[in-house]
Protein backbone atom coordinates (compact mmCIF):
# COMPACT_ATOMS: atom_id res chain seq x y z
CA UNK A 1 0.00 0.00 0.00
CA UNK A 2 1.63 3.31 -1.15
CA UNK A 3 1.70 6.10 1.36
CA UNK A 4 -1.19 7.88 -0.63
CA UNK A 5 -3.52 5.15 0.21
CA UNK A 6 -2.63 4.84 3.62
CA UNK A 7 -3.14 8.72 4.32
CA UNK A 8 -6.46 8.29 2.27
CA UNK A 9 -7.64 5.18 4.25
CA UNK A 10 -6.51 7.05 7.47
CA UNK A 11 -9.64 9.58 6.86
CA UNK A 12 -12.16 7.11 6.14
CA UNK A 13 -14.77 7.90 9.16
CA UNK A 14 -16.35 5.38 8.81
CA UNK A 15 -16.76 1.56 7.06
CA UNK A 16 -18.63 -0.87 6.53
CA UNK A 17 -19.00 -2.67 9.31
CA UNK A 18 -19.89 0.49 11.47
CA UNK A 19 -22.02 1.83 8.94
CA UNK A 20 -24.27 -1.80 9.19
CA UNK A 21 -24.50 -1.67 12.70
CA UNK A 22 -25.61 1.54 12.47
CA UNK A 23 -28.61 0.54 10.59
CA UNK A 24 -29.30 -3.00 11.86
CA UNK A 25 -31.63 -2.18 14.52
CA UNK A 26 -33.60 0.40 12.44
CA UNK A 27 -34.16 -2.41 9.30
CA UNK A 28 -37.72 -3.42 9.14
CA UNK A 29 -38.18 -7.56 9.04
CA UNK A 30 -36.56 -8.44 5.26
CA UNK A 31 -35.14 -4.87 4.50
CA UNK A 32 -32.22 -4.87 2.98
CA UNK A 33 -29.30 -1.74 3.27
CA UNK A 34 -28.50 -1.39 -0.07
CA UNK A 35 -25.80 1.06 -0.41
CA UNK A 36 -25.30 4.27 2.06
CA UNK A 37 -23.15 7.46 2.63
CA UNK A 38 -21.53 9.65 5.13
CA UNK A 39 -22.11 13.18 5.26
CA UNK A 40 -21.85 16.14 7.47
CA UNK A 41 -23.15 19.16 7.97
CA UNK A 42 -20.63 22.07 9.39
CA UNK A 43 -20.53 25.37 11.18
CA UNK A 44 -20.26 28.18 8.55
CA UNK A 45 -16.77 28.86 7.91
CA UNK A 46 -17.17 32.47 9.78
CA UNK A 47 -18.01 30.65 13.07
CA UNK A 48 -14.88 27.90 12.29
CA UNK A 49 -12.50 31.15 12.20
CA UNK A 50 -13.87 33.33 15.11
CA UNK A 51 -14.70 30.15 17.14
CA UNK A 52 -11.74 27.75 16.37
CA UNK A 53 -11.51 24.21 16.04
CA UNK A 54 -12.31 22.78 18.79
CA UNK A 55 -16.33 24.57 18.62
CA UNK A 56 -16.11 23.55 15.07
CA UNK A 57 -15.62 19.70 16.04
CA UNK A 58 -17.87 20.15 18.88
CA UNK A 59 -20.82 21.83 16.78
CA UNK A 60 -20.25 19.48 12.96
CA UNK A 61 -23.41 16.92 12.59
CA UNK A 62 -22.35 13.76 11.43
CA UNK A 63 -24.74 11.63 8.96
CA UNK A 64 -25.53 8.13 7.69
CA UNK A 65 -27.34 7.78 4.53
CA UNK A 66 -28.73 4.55 3.87
CA UNK A 67 -30.53 3.28 0.84
CA UNK A 68 -33.08 0.40 1.54
CA UNK A 69 -35.40 -1.66 -1.10
CA UNK A 70 -38.08 0.09 0.81
CA UNK A 71 -36.94 3.47 2.22
CA UNK A 72 -34.26 6.13 2.73
CA UNK A 73 -32.95 5.88 6.39
CA UNK A 74 -30.94 9.18 7.66
CA UNK A 75 -29.24 8.43 11.01
CA UNK A 76 -27.52 11.36 12.97
CA UNK A 77 -25.02 9.80 14.64
CA UNK A 78 -21.82 10.53 17.07
CA UNK A 79 -18.45 8.45 17.45
CA UNK A 80 -16.43 6.00 16.00
CA UNK A 81 -18.97 3.69 16.69
CA UNK A 82 -21.35 5.56 15.05
CA UNK A 83 -23.55 6.06 18.20
CA UNK A 84 -27.05 7.21 16.54
CA UNK A 85 -28.81 10.10 17.83
CA UNK A 86 -31.66 10.85 15.63
CA UNK A 87 -33.51 8.81 12.98
CA UNK A 88 -35.47 10.51 9.92
CA UNK A 89 -36.99 8.15 7.20
CA UNK A 90 -38.71 8.69 3.84
CA UNK A 91 -40.74 6.34 2.07
CA UNK A 92 -39.89 5.44 -1.39
CA UNK A 93 -42.83 5.18 -2.53
CA UNK A 94 -43.47 9.26 -2.16
CA UNK A 95 -41.38 11.13 -4.65
CA UNK A 96 -39.71 13.73 -2.30
CA UNK A 97 -38.45 17.33 -3.16
CA UNK A 98 -34.22 15.97 -3.25
CA UNK A 99 -31.04 17.24 -4.83
CA UNK A 100 -27.44 16.84 -5.20
CA UNK A 101 -24.95 19.40 -6.39
CA UNK A 102 -21.15 19.29 -6.90
CA UNK A 103 -19.83 22.00 -5.43
CA UNK A 104 -15.91 21.85 -4.86
CA UNK A 105 -15.74 18.32 -5.26
CA UNK A 106 -18.40 17.60 -2.52
CA UNK A 107 -22.02 16.79 -2.89
CA UNK A 108 -24.04 19.16 -1.22
CA UNK A 109 -27.46 17.08 -0.70
CA UNK A 110 -30.97 18.70 0.65
CA UNK A 111 -34.09 16.57 1.22
CA UNK A 112 -36.96 18.44 1.51
CA UNK A 113 -38.77 22.11 1.22
CA UNK A 114 -39.82 24.81 3.53
CA UNK A 115 -38.03 26.22 6.83
CA UNK A 116 -35.67 22.99 7.56
CA UNK A 117 -34.78 20.94 4.88
CA UNK A 118 -31.95 18.41 5.49
CA UNK A 119 -28.60 19.84 4.37
CA UNK A 120 -25.29 17.97 4.57
CA UNK A 121 -21.91 17.92 2.77
CA UNK A 122 -20.84 14.51 1.51
CA UNK A 123 -17.16 14.48 0.80
CA UNK A 124 -15.85 11.66 -1.85
CA UNK A 125 -12.68 11.04 0.61
CA UNK A 126 -15.04 9.91 3.49
CA UNK A 127 -15.36 6.34 1.90
CA UNK A 128 -15.19 4.53 -1.21
CA UNK A 129 -17.40 5.62 -3.62
CA UNK A 130 -18.84 7.80 -0.78
CA UNK A 131 -20.28 10.70 -3.87
CA UNK A 132 -21.50 8.16 -6.20
CA UNK A 133 -23.17 6.26 -3.09
CA UNK A 134 -25.02 9.80 -2.00
CA UNK A 135 -25.66 10.37 -5.84
CA UNK A 136 -27.99 7.08 -6.29
CA UNK A 137 -29.89 7.34 -2.75
CA UNK A 138 -30.96 10.83 -3.99
CA UNK A 139 -31.68 9.52 -7.23
CA UNK A 140 -34.14 6.92 -5.67
CA UNK A 141 -35.69 9.99 -3.37
CA UNK A 142 -36.74 11.52 -6.50
CA UNK A 143 -38.33 8.57 -8.59
CA UNK A 144 -41.43 6.63 -7.63
CA UNK A 145 -41.20 2.96 -6.81
CA UNK A 146 -43.33 1.02 -9.49
CA UNK A 147 -46.14 -0.55 -7.93
Known amino acids: MSVKQKFMDHLIRYRDPAAQA ?18 QKMPSQVVMFLLGWLVQKLLTK ?11 I ?9 NVLEVTEYD ?3 VHPASI ?10 IGEGDRPFEAK ?3 VEAPDNLEHAQEII ?3 RSPVPA
Do not use: C, S
Not at 24 to 37: F, I, K, N, S
Not at 74 to 82: E, F, I, Q, T
Not at 101 to 110: A, Q, S, Y
Open 22 to 39: AFAPHLRPGETLETWAYG
Open 62 to 72: EYLMGLTDQRV
Open 74 to 82: LLRVKGKKA
Open 92 to 94: LGT
Open 101 to 110: EIVRGFGEVT
Open 122 to 124: FNP
Open 139 to 141: AAL
